[in-house]
T-cell receptor, first 113, second 110 residues
Framework: DVKVTQSSRYLVKRTGEKVFLECVQDMDHENMFWYRQDPGLGLRLIYF???????EKGDIPEGYSVSREKKERFSLILESASTNQTSMYLC????????????FGPGTRLTVL | GENVEQHPSTLSVQEGDSAVIKCTYS??????FPWYKQELGKRPQLIIDIRSNVGEKKDQRIAVTLNKTAKHFSLHITETQPEDSAVYFC?????????FGAGTRLAVHP
């Protein structure tokens, strides 16, 4: 059974702090994604990675960066958190983008004060 | 790039009724359309998907239809039950990533 885990379920940070959200998958998936979920806006893609050290911008990359040093781990970084980054963050992974099901992590609810 | 629109944003039905959620997409090259269900406090999970070479797919009480000409696809849930209450997301594959609709909150009342 595919398992996608995220480092925290809830996180509270202050404006200006550097924030790390981590995602780990245990199924040797090549592709990993970070989404942001806000009411009425659905799931918006922030960044994705199709291989170690590779990354591509999604639809809303501003204010975020990512790191993928190992195949199983994909980190989302908020260099200087702002209140408008308060949201639910969901990680996802998939083995082959063209053929397989995408699996989601449980989400991290981030509050920036 | 791909754009997906989903309607309605909220849907309220009585237990036993049918529910239909509709999505439209913009890129005629899209060839894969999954539907995800997200229960309160839980992660989205795939419930059904359809590929562009198929017009309809069923799995027990749920079905998805695809009209490639009109570029829209729909989720149909029959004999709804309270446990069907959730947020449903449609998506379309844009080359190497999924583009999601805004979601539909379905409430099934006993």
């Amino acid at each position: 059974d595919v398992k996608v885990t995220q480092s925290s379920r809830y996180l509270v940070k202050r404006t200006g702090e550097k924030v790390f959200l981590e995602c780990v998958q245990d199924m040797d998936h090549e592709n990993m994604f970070w989404y942001r979920q806000d009411p009425g806006l659905g799931l918006r893609l922030i960044y994705f990675s199709y291989d170690v050290k590779m990354k591509e911008k999604g639809d809303i990359p501003e204010g975020y960066s990512v790191s993928r040093e190992k195949k199983e781990r994909f980190s989302l970084i908020l260099e200087s958190a702002s209140t408008n980054q308060t949201s639910m963050y969901l990680c996802a992974s998939i083995r082959g983008v063209r053929t397989d099901t995408q699996y989601f992590g449980p989400g991290t609810r981030l509050t920036v004060l | 790039g791909e754009n997906v629109e989903q309607h309605p944003s909220t849907l309220s039905v009585q237990e036993g009724d049918s529910a239909v959620i509709k999505c439209t997409y913009s890129d005629s090259a899209s060839n894969y359309f999954p539907w995800y269900k997200q229960e309160l406090g839980k992660r989205p999970q795939l419930i059904i998907d359809i590929r562009s070479n198929v017009g309809e797919k069923k799995d027990q009480r749920i079905a998805v239809t695809l009209n490639k000409t009109a570029k829209h696809f729909s989720l149909h849930i029959t004999e709804t039950q309270p446990e069907d209450s959730a947020v449903y997301f449609c998506a379309a594959r844009d080359y190497n990533k999924l583009i999601f609709g805004a979601g539909t909150r379905l409430a099934v009342h006993p």
